[in-house]
Each structure stands twice: as C-alpha cells, then as structure tokens.
C-alpha cells in the first residue's frame, strides 16, 4: 500500500529516532517496499545501504529494495550504485557485502559497477560475494562487457561452470 509522503516521513522519522541495533529498523525498510518508486524513499535506501555504521540488516534490506526497484531518475539510480559500491568496502560486514554485490545488476551499465563487478567474480576473498557478483553480471544481461568477464571467468574452479551457463544461456560461446 502506498502511502503519503507524511505518512513516509513519519516512517523515516521513526527509523532514525530508533536505536542504531534495533530489528525495528529492518522492518521499517522492508515496509517501504510498496514506495520504492518515491524519489525520497529511493534517497533514504541509498543513505541506509551507504552508512557502515547502520545497522547491518537494515542495510541488507535496503539493498535488496533497490535491486528489485533501482531509481528510474539517471541521478538516483547514480547515486544507488555508488552506494552499493561502498557497502562493498566494508571489510567487516560480510552479509552487507554479499548484497551489496547482488544489488549491482541494475546498475551494472555504469562502468564503475561493471568494473567493480569484474574485480569481485575473479579475485575477492569471500565466494560468497564472488558468487553475489556473478548473479548481479547474469541479471544485468548480456553485453560484451560482461560477456569478456565471463569468458575470462569460465577457468575458474569455482565459478567457470557457473559462467559458462550463463554464457551459454545468452547464445554466446565461451571462447572469444
């Protein structure tokens, strides 16, 4: 249910009153799912994604949002991935990171996601944000960026087979 931008002021008002460790928190985010397309529901999930001193599952939740439902306006959705990027520089948040990482698909059209992409599916420590990373290239789609990023992925022991069938799921080999 969509609600008024008073009603969605009160909602943020409330999130930023609660304790920074409160479940609260994640439950407000996940409340606005219905109001994703509001500029300023999209402002709040950017800053929530962004700030490492958030609560972490606040922080996951407000990723996931804005996969499902990135910013139609250029600035907006800008500014989400450039929020998610950040997220991915939190060495201390591991579950932060790995949505953070299968959050960037809808943004991967913007060369510093796309390059942030590539560098997580062939060298991050953690697989798990590895394999978040190649699910955000394959929801991205193809194109011969992301389609160079696989083919160079389809020897890695842990993710080649994976890359191959998304290669393959989009008609292209992978062989160059």
Known sequence: MKRTTEALARLIEEFRALPADSDRRREI?????????????????????ADPREYDLARTEAATLLRLWPPADPAGRHAAGRALLAALDDPEEDLVRQYAAQALGPYADDPAVHEALAAI???????LVRDSALGAIKDAGPSDARTDVLRKLTQDADLGRAACRILAAWGRSPDA
């Open 121 to 127: 599916v062939h060298a991050d420590d953690d697989p």
């Open 29 to 49: 985010v996940a409340e606005l799912d219905d109001d994703c397309g509001d500029a300023d529901v999209a402002a709040f999930l950017v800053s929530v994604v």
